[in-house]
């Protein structure tokens, strides 16, 4: 288990207020986890605190299942430990 | 004068979140015992403000009431109009599920919501950005939230509202019930108010206005409504909801009544943004035109739940009010401030108000004004002190005024009617 995945986990268990056990890669914010058009706001500028930048609006799309967000971060801030929030 | 039977609007449930309890059981029995709510702040750090003590509501906790994400997306102030509005529902036996819900209304007061989100809010983003600011923070702030609120967790489909005249919003709101249930719009309307603007830079303004008690080392002694002593109002937060309903409606399905609503007045006095009319003019004028619309004589009139915040210019401004509608009879008043005991939660205060007021008409009741020691050559009526007094009340008015000059009296009539 990556560092990122647990973060990634840990932000979206607070934001929808559910037990992180209960949340895997495979799973929709929306449709699994319940979250709303204005949940889905608060949880990116959650990552985007967690990444150290604006999340380009075009990426938003793509971040739709827990796999995806954590595949996104990953990708765009490989060392986790570097930056902190802006 | 209204036939009998239409137009006529009784109150068949009644919440209540104040600092005195998380009900109205507690509150009523506070009231009644004569004990205050008041106590130094533990809900933020009030160290370097010149007051430090208010009327917290310690005993209400939302996550007893809502889903963690519930919370997390409502204002304190809407968590306790919802709250008082569920206890109200449930106090009359209501269940709208069963009833035509677009005829059902939601019209409540706030001036000030959403204060403690504001002052966090900005917080964050004076550290880290304006993208910081959370996208609840609209939804949440937003004046008429406590109203939406109560539409989408109760499903009333009928108009949804909030009202603001300052510290007689919640009064303006009834008012404005009582006329949609008389014209025929509502069979039932859920009103009344909630306000949870104890925050720090709402005491820091009312701090700066020099409005507030100072008397920080006897914080349940601090608001003294008509003692010659008084020396300001206590801020305090809370919430009460009244079930508004048509006699018809409440007959048919044989609902308990508290009291009739007879008559309701709202005026403005095109004068100052904090003081009132000198003389009591304003007022004066409000209670004439509420017993008017009541076709109430004043000879009917037993008790008065005054707005009685405790500042040096209201006591006297209101008394006066009293001396000139009730001329010779002023003194056979029996005359309460319950701010003394639940300090003032600005747009809720005439909503809980009105809640007591129900209560002593259905009870045969005065609530006393405490702390009332010393008296004032300017404030020369009963006012009920230190104890509440069982006595016989045909009709009680509830008097509210706001900054900006607005001033409202609501007239409950005991039911059934002698």
Redesign the interface.
């Known amino acids: 288990m990556s560092e990122i995945r647990d973060r990634v986990i840990e932000i979206i268990a607070k934001e ?2 559910i037990d992180a056990a209960r949340i895997s890669d495979d799973m929709s914010l929306v449709d699994d986890l319940g979250a709303d058009s ?1 949940d889905r ?2 949880l990116l ?1 959650q990552f ?2 967690l990444v150290g930048f ?1 999340i380009p609006s075009e990426d938003e799309e793509s971040l739709a299942t827990v796999g995806a967000v954590v595949a996104y971060v990953e990708k765009v801030m490989p060392d986790v430990n570097a930056p902190g ?2 | 004068m209204r036939p009998p039977g239409t137009g006529r609007v009784v109150i068949t449930g009644i919440g209540a979140v104040t600092c005195l309890g998380a009900s109205l059981t507690e509150t009523w029995c506070g009231v009644r015992a004569g004990r205050s709510g008041i106590a130094p702040i533990t809900s933020f750090d009030a160290s370097k403000h010149d007051v430090r003590f208010g009327g917290e509501c310690r005993d209400f906790d939302a996550t007893q009431f809502f889903t963690p994400k519930q919370v997390k997306r409502l204002a304190r102030g809407s968590t306790l109009v919802v709250c008082a509005a569920k206890q109200a529902l449930d106090d009359a036996h209501l269940t709208l599920a069963s009833i035509d819900t677009t005829r059902v209304g939601a019209v409540v007061g706030a001036c000030m919501s959403g204060t403690e989100i504001v002052e966090e809010q900005l917080s964050q983003c004076s550290t880290r950005g304006v993208w910081a600011m959370s996208p609840f923070f609209v939804p949440q702030v937003m004046t008429n939230a406590p109203a939406a609120q109560l539409s989408m967790l109760f499903g009333i489909r009928g108009p949804a509202f909030v009202t603001a005249s300052a510290c007689a919003s919640a009064s303006s709101a009834m008012g404005v019930a009582v006329r949609l249930i008389r014209a025929g719009v509502c069979d039932l309307v859920l009103t009344g108010g909630g306000e949870a603007a104890l925050t720090s830079s709402v005491l820091a303004g009312f701090c700066a206005l020099r409005a507030l008690s100072t008397r920080n080392a006897t914080p349940a002694a601090a608001c003294r409504p008509f003692d010659k002593t008084r020396d300001g109002f206590v801020l305090s937060e809370g919430s009460s909801i009244l079930v508004f309903e048509s006699v018809q409606h409440a007959r048919q399905r044989d609902a308990r009544i508290y009291a009739e609503v007879l008559g309701v007045a709202e005026t403005a006095e095109a004068f100052h943004m904090t003081q009132p009319r000198p003389g009591g003019d304003g007022l004066a004028a409000c209670m004439r035109l509420c017993l008017a619309d009541g076709a109430v004589d004043i000879g009917r009139v037993d008790y008065v739940n005054a707005h009685g915040t405790a500042t040096p210019l209201n006591d006297r401004e209101e008394t006066l009010a009293l001396k000139q509608v009730f001329g010779s009879d002023a003194k056979r008043l029996a005359i309460s401030s319950t701010k003394s005991m639940l300090g003032h939660p600005l747009g809720a205060s005439a909503a809980i108000e009105l809640a007591l007021t129900a209560l002593a008409v259905h009870q045969q009741v005065a609530p006393p004004t405490i702390n009332y020691e010393t008296p004032d050559p300017d404030c020369d009526l009963d006012y009920v002190p230190g104890q509440a007094r069982p006595m016989a009340i045909d009709v009680a008015l509830s008097n509210s005024m706001g900054f900006g000059g607005h001033d409202s009296t609501i007239a409950l009539g005991r039911w059934p009617t002698p």
């Open positions: 929808l207020t204005v706001l608060e500028l985007e605190t604006p929030p802006r």
